[in-house]
């Protein structure tokens, strides 16, 4: 089928907000939120991870550092017309948001972090589930795929049978690929052990967004990031939400306390002088 380019740019004020889809997704994962942010005026550029919205081969044919080089580009976009810019990410994109904060401070002024996938411990997970880091190091897990299931990450039965449909369908491009090859989990756990190491380094403010009754990622996970980065942590817990969060029923929440918190974020760097130089400089 091949790749096909499904990141959206949304233009708008100097107030630049990155968006990062998941592992194996697509940024229509976050398009909801994009254009709830943008309808609030800022700027916003879902960006597509290398490999995604393509086949598994196309997806084993990259990693976890050509995964944060499609980043760090799209960073590079927003930069040529914002001031202030705030990077978010749901499941492993929250990941790679970290990964960018850590490694690129001064550039990095926020960060929204939906559903933060540090290991995979949510209720739909098998009990036997903690093997796997285990069972993926083995030679014969290499060729292994790990089938996505029921609830598919969504509580909203009428959205889940749409994108259930269309990724049981093979339309890798609208919902991503029914099946992650092990070798990509392996990757994002690599990506995991180097991010766990640096939160604490990670000064900029965050605003996490998990369910409470998250099925791929317990709750522990954002309580995990909360006590470890370095610094300001806002924590929004849905009540009516699954891993999904960004397409599910509370989405809205969502875009309106990212829209809060983004505008603190901003209002902050205006405050100190910083943002307001920056774009008279530029202007």
């Keep these: 089928m091949g790749v096909v380019d499904r990141s959206l740019f949304l233009p708008g004020n100097r107030v630049g907000v990155l968006l990062i889809h ?36 196309d997806l084993l044919a990259t990693d976890r550092h050509d995964w944060f080089k499609s980043v760090e580009e799209a960073l590079k976009r927003l930069e040529q017309r914002c001031t202030t810019i705030v990077v978010g990410g749901l499941s492993m994109g929250a990941i790679l948001a ?35 880091r285990m069972f993926i190091a083995t030679p014969v897990a290499q060729r292994y795929r790990f089938k996505e299931r029921e609830p598919y990450g969504i509580k909203d039965e009428r959205i889940r049978a749409i994108v259930a449909g269309a990724m049981l369908s093979g339309k890798s491009a609208e ?25 604490p380094a990670i000064k900029t403010p ?18 995990y990031l909360q006590r470890r980065l370095g610094g300001l942590v806002e924590c929004v817990v849905l ?10 029923r509370q989405r809205d929440v969502v875009i309106d306390r990212s829209g809060d918190f983004i505008a603190y974020v901003d209002r902050t760097r205006r405050e100190a002088g910083v943002g307001y130089l920056r774009s008279v400089a530029a202007e």
Aim: with cysteine; hydrophobic share 40%; proline share 4%.
């Design 175 to 199: 919902a991503g690929i029914e099946c992650t090859p092990s070798r990509s989990i392996r990757e994002l756990w690599r990506l995991v052990s180097v991010v766990k190491r640096d939160l």
């Design 98 to 132: 970290l990964r960018l904060a850590a490694v690129h401070p001064t550039r990095v002024h926020g960060l929204t972090l939906y559903a933060p996938t540090l290991w995979y411990d949510g209720w739909s997970i098998p009990w036997y589930g903690f093997l796997l």
């Design 22 to 57: 998941g592992l194996g997704g697509t940024p229509l994962e976050v398009k909801s939120i994009a254009r709830g942010l943008n309808a609030s005026g800022f700027t916003v550029h879902c960006c597509q991870l290398a490999g995604h919205c393509g086949s598994e081969e």
């Design 239 to 248: 009540d009516d939400s699954y891993h999904l969060v960004t397409v599910d």
């Design 206 to 223: 965050a605003l996490i967004v998990h369910a409470r009754e998250d099925d791929i990622s317990a709750l522990s996970n954002a309580i």
